[in-house]
């Protein structure tokens, strides 16, 4: 185990708490955008008897030509990298969802039918000016 600190085995409270915490961070909510948990939590006691939650994360080992290195250092920093990495594939892979849900959806609207086929432009003005939230 090494450099690991040693934290009192697991009980059935402590599995219970980990399974939840686990749970509630696998959530879409805690997954996106900067600073938020990602992984699994860990749940273990100090000998203080003080709780300890702790995030796990899966280390990758990529490949990236020197000179995208080089302009990730220059961007955001050598200790950042990782962070950065992590949100813009965040980022792409949220984009790349929304782009296999836009074409999923093409042909699932007829052709013909509808209220706005008329006049387009005039339903849209129409559509705007009848949502009372809207400013301007």
């Known amino acids: 185990m090494g450099n690991r600190a040693h934290l009192a085995p697991a009980d059935k409270l402590k599995r219970e708490i980990q399974a939840v915490l686990t ?3 696998a959530q879409d909510s805690h997954r996106s955008g900067f600073g938020k948990f990602d992984g699994f939590a860990y749940i273990g006691t100090e000998a203080s008897n003080r709780s300890v939650c702790q995030t796990a994360h899966m280390r990758l080992h990529i490949s990236l030509e020197d000179d995208l290195v080089a302009e990730l250092d220059r961007r955001v920093g050598k200790r950042r990298r990782s962070a950065f990495i992590a949100r813009v594939l965040r980022r792409t ?9 836009i074409l999923a959806s093409v042909g699932t609207i007829e052709d013909e ?8 432009a ?15």
Do not use: M, N, T
């Open 93 to 101: 892979l949220d984009d790349e969802s929304r782009w296999d849900e």
């Open 122 to 136: 005039a339903w849209v003005h129409a559509q705007r000016r009848g949502d009372e939230r809207r400013v301007g």
């Open 23 to 25: 749970e509630e961070l």
């Open 113 to 120: 039918g509808h209220e706005w086929d008329p006049d387009p």
